[in-house]
C-alpha cells in the first residue's frame, strides 16, 4: 500500500442477510464471510483468498444514514492527514479513531460533501490485486458540484495524477485519474446529484452480471454501456438502496 491508494471498502446496510446474497450473487466473485471481530457483525467480501470489503449494518450513531457504500484511502499518518482535510477545506465527522488490531481511521468529507475514509492499518497489508480481478474494486467514480474544486482537494492531500480529460459534450469534462501510476478513477460535475464517490466491482461478463443484477432485485440506473477504452459498465442501486457499479467485457 502506498500513500493515496484506495485500500477497503464498506458497505453499511439496513439488512445484512439480504446485501450478502445478493451480491455474492451479483458479483459472481464473492464469497462473503464472518470477520470474527468480538461484539459486532462485520464480514468481508473475498475475492479468492483476497479481503477487498466489508459488511456492516447501520449502526445506532448512524440512524439517518441511508445504506451506502464507502472507500478508504491509505495514508501514513491518520492524525495528521485529518488535520489536512480540514484546513484544505474538507470536514472530518469522526475520529481519528482505532480499530482495535486493524489499525486507525478517520471519516471525513471533502468540500463538496462527498463521504471518505482515511486509514492506517495495523499490519502487514495485503497483497496488491489487479484491477481486471473478478471481484475487486476497479474503478472509483466522484461525481460532485464541482469537479475542478474537488480535483484540486484530493490531488493536493494525496497525490493523484490527471490522466485523460473526456469531453461529454452538454455533461462537461470527465477527467480520469491515476493512484501511484496505476489507472483509477473519474471525476465530472452532476449539478443534480448529491457529491458522493461510487465504486465499480469488476465482473467477468457484463451480460450475464446484469442479469444477475436484475434478477436480485436491483434496479438497473444505466446499461450495459460502452466507456472509452472498451470497458462496458452497469450503474445500479442495491435491494436496499445503495448506488454500486460493475464493469467487466462484454463476451456476447
Not at 470527465?174 to 478513477?185: E, I, L, M, R
Not at 461510487?198 to 434478477?215: K, L
Amino acid at each position: 500500500m502506498k500513500q493515496g491508494d484506495f485500500v477497503w471498502y464498506e458497505l453499511a446496510t439496513n439488512d445484512l442477510d439480504a446485501a450478502e446474497a445478493f451480491y455474492e450473487a451479483a458479483t459472481g466473485a464473492w464469497d462473503i464471510v464472518s470477520s470474527g471481530l468480538p461484539g459486532m457483525d462485520y464480514r468481508i467480501a473475498n475475492a479468492g483468498t483476497r479481503g477487498v470489503a466489508g459488511f456492516m449494518a447501520i449502526m445506532p450513531d448512524m440512524q439517518g444514514q441511508s445504506p451506502s457504500w464507502r472507500g478508504y484511502i491509505g495514508v501514513d499518518d491518520v492524525d495528521a492527514m485529518a488535520g489536512r482535510v480540514t484546513e484544505a477545506g474538507g470536514a472530518v465527522h469522526y475520529g481519528p479513531d482505532d480499530i482495535p488490531m486493524v489499525g486507525r481511521f478517520a471519516v471525513c468529507a471533502d468540500p463538496q460533501g462527498a463521504v471518505f475514509m482515511v486509514f492506517k492499518g495495523a499490519g502487514e497489508p495485503q497483497p496488491d490485486i489487479t484491477p481486471e480481478t473478478p471481484g475487486a474494486i476497479g474503478w472509483h467514480e466522484l461525481t460532485t458540484s464541482d469537479w475542478e474544486a474537488a480535483w484540486t482537494f484530493y490531488s493536493g492531500l494525496f497525490g493523484w495524477e490527471k490522466e485523460m480529460a473526456v469531453d461529454m459534450g452538454g455533461m462537461g469534462i470527465y477527467q480520469t485519474f491515476t493512484v501511484n501510476g496505476v489507472h483509477a478513477g473519474g471525476m465530472m460535475t452532476a449539478p443534480d446529484q448529491p457529491p458522493a464517490w461510487r465504486y465499480y466491482i469488476t465482473v467477468d461478463d457484463i451480460d450475464a452480471a446484469a442479469a444477475r443484477i436484475t434478477a436480485g432485485g436491483a434496479t438497473i440506473q444505466m446499461g450495459p454501456h460502452e466507456v472509452p477504452g472498451g470497458a462496458w459498465i452497469v450503474m445500479a442501486l442495491d435491494p436496499q438502496g445503495a448506488a454500486f457499479a460493475v464493469s467487466g467485457p462484454k463476451k456476447g
